[in-house]
């Protein structure tokens, strides 16, 4: 399940349940040029549509997606990114995409 409006974003699967808020702190946040590579977690996110959609709706949103690393965990392609704030992220693409 998936719900949103222009503060949030509620994704839920299961017993799992991530919500993502826009608060007003956040927004004031200063924008950094460098990713912040020094911060104890990096989410992970499991995707099954091909990469090249996915990094494109990263970086019309202000994120950049690094080339793909040439090697596999779990059977799945790994690919990092960092969003507009400089955070870290990774992407686990399916073989099936």
Known sequence: MQESD???ALLMTGDFELVLLETAMS???LSTDSAREDTPIKPV???DVP???ISQKIKENGGTVY???SWEFGGRQVCDG???EGNIFQLRVGKNT
């Open 82 to 84: 960092c969003d507009c």
């Open 6 to 8: 222009e503060s949030y």
């Open 67 to 69: 080339q793909p690393k």
């Open 45 to 47: 996110f499991f995707i």
């Open 27 to 29: 927004k004031k946040a």
């Open 51 to 53: 990469l090249e959609l």
